[in-house]
Structure formats: structure tokens, C-alpha cells
């Protein structure tokens, strides 16, 4: 008997325990639905249920949907304004050239003075012996005059005072003014041939050396033209420098002059000369100034190119000018320059700069005397209106102070 109850509180035991796990699945699923519904923000409450897994874009949380169900829409990005080109520079209205080396007469006599007074402190001495006229031709020497035009001067100045005699300080400068004068006069003509003529343009080629400032003096001479009135196309023809290009580039903006130029470094100089004269021809403009790049008058490689350019532009037309540019502080090593270059391209004119920084004045008188051409232009600045041309008698009387 015991037997039996046993058996049945184990059966009923086992009966309750077997219900109980059936029942609670259910229950527990219910609950654990309800809190995940709740964790996604999608129990009851607001009438709508969403999973965010089917939610179309662009609704609810993702577009910052407003209480009540407003979407508020975000406001679109403003565009970027597109870079605006940098504003052209105003044009300038340069000087005319007329009597611009009697303005800066006195930036050339500060520099050249020291030469000049000492050819009149020597010449002024009561006695001139032969020591004394030693002096003279040193000063003459060391002011770059050259040794065989010193020793002219001096026997000229010998001559005159065995002639005159007694002499008064005001007749020793003017015999001194005199020879100088004679020695820096030459029978060519300094004009710049810068008129149109036969229907074409003039054109003008401009070489020499590496750092004599070609680039600058062909900026500074288109200035010059246009405040004389003439019209002007520049050819960037020194394709070896890009800063060259742009250089003269920012010159031409200034003064309203085009700017013929390669945008490929170390193209063909020859066909940047060419198409600049006919870009000069077809504007129907007075003047074409061409920058040729810098060479060592050594090179002969670079020394023939120079030849080509000029044979290639005069194809199309005619050369007017060749002009060289020498530092006028180089003295002696400037003649040998000048020499290779006339003998490669034909040179016309001579352009001195760096004329108001040195003592040695004499520079105009020896290039001259070497190669048979006249100094046309002179640099006394760095200012843009710093280029003159030149004018012996103003030349001398700086010298000599007066």
C-alpha cells in the first residue's frame, strides 16, 4: 500500500513539472518580444510599428522625423563659388623716352663722378710731366676707356696744352669735356629703327649673355615705344627659362603690349620668333621686340641657334635691329662678348645697363671703338621708366660734374 502512494505523488510530481515547462515557453516568448519591440523603439503606444530593417528610406529616424510624424527635410548645401579669374592689372601710361636721360643725369653722376675728378685734379697741376700724364692714362685705363684709346686721349690732351699754354681751371675742364666728347661721338646714328615701313612692322631682336637683363630691357623698352605712341608685340623667344616668359609676360599686361610665347619649355626659339613677327605683321603693329635666351658667348652650339633665330624670322621679313645687351660692370670681359656676338648676328646697337652702379664710364667709349656701333640705349635703374637713350654730351658732362 505504501507502495502504491509512493508511486503516485512521484506520478503527479512528475505531471505538475511537465505542465509547468510546457506552459512557460510561451509566456517567455511574449515577454522577450515585448522588450525587444520596445529596445527597437517599435512597441506599442504610437499606433504605427516599424522595423528598421523594412522602414523605407528616408523616413523616421533617418530623416530627424518630428514628434507628431512631421519629416522635417534638411536644408541643401550652399554651392562653392567658382574661382573667379585674377583681375587684369590697370594699364599704365608710360613717359615718353624724349629727355629721360637728362632726368636721371643725376644717378649717372653719382657713380661716374670719381673718374671725372680725377682726370681734372690731374690736369689742373701746374706742372704735367711725364709722371703726371702716367696718372692720366691709368685713370683712363682702370675707368674700362680701353688702353689704346687712353694712350689716344693722352696724346691728344698733350698736344692741346703744348698748344694753349697757360691754363685756368675752367679751360682745362673744357679741354678735358672736348676730348672725352670726340671720343664718345661715333658717325652712326643711336636712333632706334621703330616705325612701321613698306607695309610691315619694325622689328627688333635682342641677345646676349646670361644675367645682362635682356628680358628686363626688352619690358622696359616696349614701355619706352608705347609712351612714344607706337604699338607693340612682344615675342617670349627664350623658351629655356618658363620665368623668362612670364616675366615678360607681366611687362606686356602693364603696358597693354601682346605677348607671343610657348607654353612648352625649350620649344623651338626660331618658331616663337617667327610666329611672334607674324602676329606683329597681321595686327598691323609698328614695332616687334623679340627676348632671345641667354648664352655663353663660349658656346658655339648655342652661338649658331642664335643664328638660326634671325635667319628664320627673316623668312617673313626683315631684321631692323640687333641689339646687345652688356652689363656695363663687367669691363673688358664685356668687349670680348660683344665680339662673338657681332660676329654671329649682325649687331646694330648696343644697350648698356647697370650704367648708374659702376665708376667705369669708359666702357661707352671702348665698345664702341671695338665694334664700330653706337650705344643706343642705357639702364640707369631698376625702375620700369629706367632705360634712356643715350645722349653723349649729358654722358660727358656727368662725368665731369658740371
Not at 523605407?56 to 536644408?75: N, R
Not at 627673316?314 to 646687345?324: C, N, P
Not at 669708359?362 to 621708366?385: N, Y
Request: net charge neutral; glycine share 12%; with cysteine.
Amino acid at each position: 500500500m505504501e507502495y502504491i502512494i509512493l508511486i503516485v505523488v512521484l506520478a503527479v510530481l512528475i505531471v505538475g513539472v511537465g505542465g509547468a515547462t510546457l506552459l512557460r515557453p510561451r509566456g517567455t516568448r511574449g515577454v522577450r518580444r515585448g522588450r525587444a519591440d520596445r529596445d527597437l523603439g517599435t512597441g506599442s503606444g504610437t499606433g504605427t510599428t516599424t522595423d528598421s530593417r523594412t522602414r523605407p528610406p528616408g523616413t523616421g529616424a533617418e530623416t530627424g522625423a518630428a514628434a507628431g510624424g512631421t519629416t522635417a527635410t534638411l536644408p541643401s548645401p550652399a554651392p562653392s563659388p567658382a574661382p573667379s579669374a585674377p583681375p587684369k592689372p590697370a594699364l599704365e601710361k608710360p613717359p615718353p623716352s624724349a629727355g629721360r636721360m637728362v632726368r636721371l643725369r643725376s644717378r649717372l653722376a653719382r657713380s661716374q663722378t670719381g673718374f671725372g675728378s680725377a682726370l681734372l685734379g690731374l690736369l689742373s697741376r701746374d706742372r704735367l710731366d711725364d709722371e703726371t700724364w702716367d696718372e692720366i692714362e691709368d685713370v683712363l685705363i682702370t675707368a674700362d676707356v680701353g688702353v689704346t684709346p687712353a694712350r689716344q686721349i693722352v696724346s691728344d690732351l698733350r698736344t692741346k696744352v703744348k698748344v694753349e699754354g697757360t691754363r685756368t681751371p675752367e679751360e682745362v675742364r673744357e679741354m678735358l669735356r672736348a676730348e672725352l666728347l670726340a671720343q664718345v661721338e661715333t658717325a652712326a646714328s643711336r636712333a632706334l629703327r621703330t616705325h612701321r615701313h613698306e607695309g610691315r612692322p619694325a622689328v627688333i631682336l635682342v641677345v646676349g649673355v646670361n644675367g645682362t637683363g635682356k628680358t628686363t630691357t626688352c619690358g622696359k623698352l616696349a614701355r619706352s615705344l608705347i609712351g612714344d605712341g607706337e604699338s607693340v608685340v612682344l615675342g617670349a623667344a627664350d623658351t629655356f627659362r618658363a620665368a623668362a616668359a612670364d616675366q615678360l609676360q607681366t611687362w606686356g599686361d602693364r603696358v597693354g603690349a601682346e605677348v607671343v610665347r610657348s607654353e612648352v619649355e625649350g620649344a623651338d626659339s626660331a618658331s616663337v620668333a617667327f610666329e611672334a613677327v607674324s602676329k606683329g605683321i597681321e595686327a598691323e603693329v609698328d614695332v616687334v621686340v623679340i627676348d632671345t635666351a641667354g648664352r655663353l658667348h663660349t658656346k658655339a652650339g648655342l652661338m649658331d641657334e642664335l643664328g638660326k633665330v634671325k635667319r628664320v624670322v627673316e623668312k617673313r621679313t626683315a631684321v631692323d635691329e640687333v641689339l646687345l645687351v652688356l652689363d656695363a660692370t663687367t669691363g673688358q670681359n664685356g668687349l670680348r662678348q660683344a665680339r662673338v656676338f657681332a660676329e654671329v648676328v649682325d649687331v646694330s646697337g648696343i644697350v648698356l645697363t647697370k650704367l648708374d652702379g659702376t665708376a667705369k664710364g669708359g666702357i661707352v667709349i671702348a665698345v664702341q671703338r671695338e665694334l664700330g656701333v653706337p650705344v643706343k640705349l642705357v639702364g640707369l635703374g631698376e625702375g620700369p621708366d629706367d632705360l634712356a637713350p643715350f645722349e653723349p654730351a649729358t654722358f660727358v658732362d656727368a662725368i665731369l660734374g658740371g
